[in-house]
Nanobody, 121 residues
Framework: QVQLVESGGGLVQPGGSLRLSCAASGSIFRVYAMGWYRQAPGKQRELVATMSSGGSTHYADSVKGRFTISRDNAKNTVYLQMNSLKPEDTAVFYC???????????????WGQGTQVTVSS
């Protein structure tokens, strides 16, 4: 019903920057929020940043001041600009969207396939 397509992952040196994109498509009635999570080797998945449909944002303490989430509501696309990257940022990053697909439907979370971000010299 809802598909999330991610792009922008890759290898970057410490201190570098990377920009992730995630486009949501399909039978979307209403998007309540979109965001990014990540899972590092040996660790559980954690929230990185979220943005509500009204523009409210939330960031994990570990990325505040370095990462910026933004959204193009018309395109149902969310971005994550990552600056001053550190080796500990290395993880698989997952896009998510909290949506309904019909007027009387229950809100559900949908996930992208994940994109690898590696920060290493």
């Amino acid at each position: 019903q809802v598909q999330l397509v991610e792009s922008g992952g890759g290898l970057v040196q410490p201190g570098g920057s990377l920009r992730l994109s995630c486009a949501a498509s399909g039978s979307i009635f209403r998007v309540y929020a979109m965001g990014w999570y990540r899972q590092a080797p040996g660790k559980q998945r954690e929230l990185v940043a979220t943005m509500s449909s009204g523009g409210s944002t939330h960031y994990a303490d570990s990325v505040k001041g370095r990462f910026t989430i933004s959204r193009d509501n018309a395109k149902n696309t969310v971005y994550l600009q990552m600056n001053s990257l550190k080796p500990e940022d290395t993880a698989v990053f997952y896009c998510n969207a909290f949506t309904t697909t019909q007027a009387l439907g229950l809100p559900r979370a949908y996930w992208g396939q994940g994109t690898q971000v590696t920060v290493s010299s």
